[in-house]
T-cell receptor, first 113, second 110 residues
Framework: GAVVSQHPSRVICKSGTSVKIECRSL??????MFWYRQFPKQSLMLMAT?????????EQGVEKDKFLINHASLTLSTLTVTSAHPEDSSFYIC?????????FGQGTRLTVV | QKEVEQDPGPLSVPEGAIVSLNCTYS??????FMWYRQYSRKGPELLMY????GNKEDGRFTAQVDKSSKYISLFIRDSQPSDSATYLC??????????FGRGTSLIVHP
């Protein structure tokens, strides 16, 4: 099946710094990728839809200036958490879709100290 | 009312038991029905995918969809400790942006 690679799997950063998370589709081209956030024992909450070559579409309540998304190629989308704060600590997951299925990255555990 | 309701559990069963996991939904526009398995601190992986009412079987897993009742189920036969994980249902309409259930934590003890 299709593979989506997400990196890094874990990151610890200091409050006020920025963190970049990469999401790659390894064996297919993804014009659209999705970024989710998941709190412990909670479901995946869609943050934004990343579109290759255009601006991302953010869900209501998600700060676009804080969560910068770049989708520069058909196989790579990045999420940058800017000026991170402890409340940004969470599990971030990317997803890429084919015509009929969604495939997920391994997730990134972000801890802001 | 949430679009997708799923009991978070935890559901604890002995090894070898038949497990039944369920979701209900309210949006009749949902056309695609998926079940994902998520191990702790990992991304979800697709287990089953269907788009019609009825049953779909894959090994020990059976997905069941009842569109008239807006109810979907995942059955696991001969459950194993390695099946211990969180199981999320996901539903989508034509645009294919899935709406996830909260996930049910399953514990299979030896």
């Amino acid at each position: 099946g299709a593979v989506v690679s997400q990196h890094p799997s874990r990151v610890i950063c200091k409050s006020g710094t920025s963190v970049k998370i990469e999401c790659r589709s390894l064996d297919f081209q993804a014009t659209t990728m999705f970024w989710y956030r998941q709190f412990p024992k909670q479901s995946l909450m869609l943050m934004a839809t990343s579109n290759e070559g255009s601006k991302a579409t953010y869900e209501q309540g998600v700060e676009k200036d804080k969560f910068l998304i770049n989708h520069a190629s058909l196989t790579l989308s990045t999420l940058t958490v800017t000026s991170a704060h402890p409340e940004d600590s969470s599990f971030y997951i990317c997803s890429a879709v084919t015509v009929t299925e969604a495939f997920f990255g391994q997730g990134t555990r972000l801890t802001v100290v | 009312q949430k679009e997708v309701e799923q009991d978070p559990g935890p559901l604890s069963v002995p090894e070898g038991a038949i497990v039944s996991l369920n979701c209900t939904y309210s949006n009749s526009a949902f056309q695609y029905f998926m079940w994902y398995r998520q191990y702790s601190r990992k991304g979800p992986e697709l287990l089953m995918y269907t788009y019609s009412s009825g049953n779909k079987e894959d090994g020990r897993f059976t997905a069941q969809v009842d569109k008239s009742s807006k109810y979907i189920s995942l059955f696991i036969r001969d459950s194993q400790p390695s099946d211990s994980a969180t199981y999320l249902c996901a539903l989508s309409g034509g645009s294919y942006i899935p709406t996830f259930g909260r996930g049910t934590s399953l514990i299979v003890h030896p």
